[in-house]
T-cell receptor, first 109, second 113 residues
Framework: GEDVEQSLFLSVREGDSSVINCTYT??????LYWYKQEPGAGLQLLTYIFSNMDMKQDQRLTVLLNKKDKHLSLRIADTQTGDSAIYFC?????????FGAGTTVTVRA | EPEVTQTPSHQVTQMGQEVILRCVPI?????FYWYRQILGQKVEFLVSFYNNEISEKSEIFDDQFSVERPDGSNFTLKIRSTKLEDSAMYFCASKGQGVYGYTFGSGTRLTVV
């Protein structure tokens, strides 16, 4: 079955880069996703990467995928206070997404 | 930008009562999902729905749960007899054919007392 693991907390200074890491188990996953959840809000799709890609960049966001190690990371450049949130990694199975527990990112001034 | 709409945003119910959580997916989407998130825990898959039938369901989705797409626009989750442990945030999501991203609603916070 699918299992997605993430570190639970990350504290970063405003202006620095944040790197959030994730490992997954299902080698047949075709897509991997990063979602953002602000307090009391829903899940906002940030970005996704197809499993045959190594890297995807979208403005301040860079996703790196190491398929051999089943490791996914999200780098946020120039982290801002508005980036404080919970970030969820998810992998796509046949019919559903499987989520990690979420990494709480706290941006300090 | 198209949105998935969920109502109500917060529902309080007594243990043993039936609740219906409502979702309006994006209009041209074909795949529909319910997830739940117990406070401080993972987002857990409940059920996926396509072509008017359940595609997959998790162990959580037992006989107390049902889903329906009654009128071509709404997608509902019914919990027949709520338990305290059903208290959670319930998220609806939808996805279009050939679309890679899943769009989630803002959730319904269900509190069972």
């Amino acid at each position: 079955g699918e299992d997605v693991e993430q570190s639970l907390f990350l504290s970063v200074r405003e202006g620095d880069s944040s790197v959030i890491n994730c490992t997954y188990t299902d080698s047949s996953s075709t897509y991997l996703y990063w979602y953002k959840q602000e307090p009391g809000a829903g899940l906002q799709l940030l970005t996704y990467i197809f499993s045959n890609m190594d890297m995807k960049q979208d403005q301040r966001l860079t996703v790196l995928l190491n398929k051999k190690d089943k490791h996914l990371s999200l780098r946020i450049a120039d982290t801002q206070t508005g980036d404080s949130a919970i970030y969820f990694c998810a992998e796509k199975g046949d019919y559903k997404l499987s989520f990690g527990a979420g990494t709480t990112v706290t941006v300090r001034a | 930008e198209p949105e998935v709409t969920q109502t109500p945003s917060h529902q309080v119910t007594q243990m043993g009562q039936e609740v219906i959580l409502r979702c309006v997916p994006i209009s041209n989407h074909l795949y529909f999902y319910w997830y739940r998130q117990i406070l401080g825990q993972k987002v857990e898959f409940l059920v996926s729905f396509y072509n008017n039938e359940i595609s997959e369901k998790s162990e959580i989705f037992d006989d107390q749960f049902s889903v329906e797409r009654p009128d071509g626009s709404n997608f509902t989750l019914k919990i027949r007899s709520t338990k305290l442990e059903d208290s959670a945030m319930y998220f609806c999501a939808s996805k279009g054919q050939g679309v890679y991203g899943y769009t989630f609603g803002s959730g319904t916070r269900l509190t069972v007392v």
